[in-house]
């Protein structure tokens, strides 16, 4: 039986009835369910192994049950293995959770069927340097984030493009996005929204003391770099606004483009703007 994994969002009631019956229907096609141990909370009717574990089965889909946050976290797991994610949105706003509960199945049958897609995205790749040497490595979907602490005090930073200066200012922090997640954090500190398959990186200050300072667009091989120049008492880096590392004065995030993407699987032709009308309102009146 080929393997399939399960990952479930924490504190959905509705997954006790949904996840015994998906496992008995994936049992029926031939594919063997492995659950993360938010499933096993639900039912015990498929092994469970921690979420980090699940690539170590090699499974040849990944079904995601929740929200635009449990596909993030999944997308950064399994970001090494190119294996396709088939998101189910369970959650409040699903932007990137393209699939129904209602069309489950029917999805599913589709892609017994070979009748689907796969949307890459490209993953942003992050180091974080303190002295001259790399201290910690992340990838990301949709972004990282140099911000101060809780204080009400704009931080100081610095931006340089492929080594050469962009600007000096202080803010509340800087993004840099990926085009995917250029409808998230970026949108909402008014940066510009990117089609997926744009080859491009997004640079967007959080609040900066300078009317001029606006976000702006670059090549996607661009390598980019922020470097802590002045924090009232704390700064974070903060990845697909799920992980957070403590950030001293002087470090130095240096982004560019990973090496992994995320296949997302898609059934529909709905598309991107589909997306933008129907969970963003964009473009009405």
Known sequence: MIPVAIVSKPRKPEL???????IEWLRKHDYDPILDREGECYTTTAPAVDRADLPAHKPALVIVLGGD?????????????????????????????????????TTLESWCSDCHTLDARHMLHSEVRRGGEVVRTFEALNEVVVSKGDIARMGEFAV???GKSVAHFRADGVIVSTPTGSTAYTLAANGPILTPDVDAL???PICPHLLTLRPIVVPGAA?????????????????DGQ???ELHLDDEVTCQRSAHTVNLVR???????????????????
Do not use: H, M
């Open 16 to 22: 006790a009835q949904l996840l015994p019956e998906l």
């Open 69 to 105: 946050g449990t596909l993030l976290s999944v997308a950064r797991i399994f970001a090494a293995t190119g294996t396709p994610v088939l998101s189910v949105n369970l959650g409040s706003l699903g932007f990137l959770t393209e699939v129904r509960l209602a069309d489950l199945y």
């Open 160 to 162: 340089e493009l492929n």
């Open 202 to 204: 997004v640079v967007t």
């Open 223 to 239: 390598c980019v770099k922020v470097r802590v120049e002045g924090v009232p008492t704390q700064c974070l880096l903060t990845v």
């Open 243 to 245: 992980i957070g590392f």
């Open 267 to 285: 059934i529909s032709e709905s598309g991107f703007f589909e997306a933008l009308r129907s969970k963003l309102s964009w473009g009405e009146r």
